[in-house]
């Protein structure tokens, strides 16, 4: 975000990017080479990246992860430009939003509840809205009910299960080792 890293040494931003860009090139080696709805099977990895690049990050990490991880696979997946783009992009701004407004991170610690919630309305949100403009606005993809249903509900708890691991590999392992870096500066 703009103006948000004044005041921060050189290697913080730099590490803010590098964190990113690498979340989202795993979200793009995951997701960009599979087709849908199968990639869509796999959205936990996603979820728990973006649930992880607002915590490690902050303000805006999941929002560059989206861009990111948009950017790639729009790249592979040109038949679905700018739809790709727009709903990675999307799902970093919903992650980020719900993730201040429900205060995730309190003192340090994720705050694994909220961070489930976050993910759970996130996924939900997002994946409707692209099941709506790709399966029934625009029909790119075959709209079988089913499927769909199954996708949304399996995305659903993706979400939550996403939120959740990353809460645990923040608390457990992450959390220690960024927060010495922050203080060793």
């Known amino acids: 975000m703009p103006g948000e890293d004044v005041g921060k040494p050189p290697a913080s931003r730099s590490r803010r990017i590098a964190v990113a860009s690498l979340f989202g090139v795993i979200v793009w080696v995951v997701q960009g080479f599979l087709p849908a709805p199968s990639s869509d099977y796999l959205i936990a990895v996603e979820a728990c990246l973006l649930a992880l690049s607002n ?5 805006g990490g999941a929002t560059y992860v989206g861009a990111v991880s948009g950017l790639l696979i729009s ?5 679905f430009f700018p ?11 919903v992650v980020d939003g719900l993730g201040l407004a ?26 409707f809205s692209a099941y709506y403009v790709t399966a029934v606005a625009t029909n790119l993809v075959p709209n079988d009910f089913f499927l769909d249903l199954s996708i949304l509900i399996f995305g659903v708890i993706s979400g939550a299960i996403g939120g959740y691991v990353a809460a645990r590999i923040w608390n457990k392992n992450l959390r220690a080792r960024f927060e010495s870096q922050a203080l060793a500066r």
């Open 55 to 59: 915590l490690v990050v902050g303000k």
């Open 75 to 79: 790249v592979v997946k040109t038949a």
């Open 83 to 93: 739809l790709d783009l727009v709903f990675a992009l999307l799902f970093g701004l």
């Open 102 to 127: 429900l205060h995730v991170k309190s003192g340090g610690e994720a705050k694994a509840g909220r961070l489930v919630a976050a993910m759970v309305v996130s996924t939900a949100a997002v994946g």
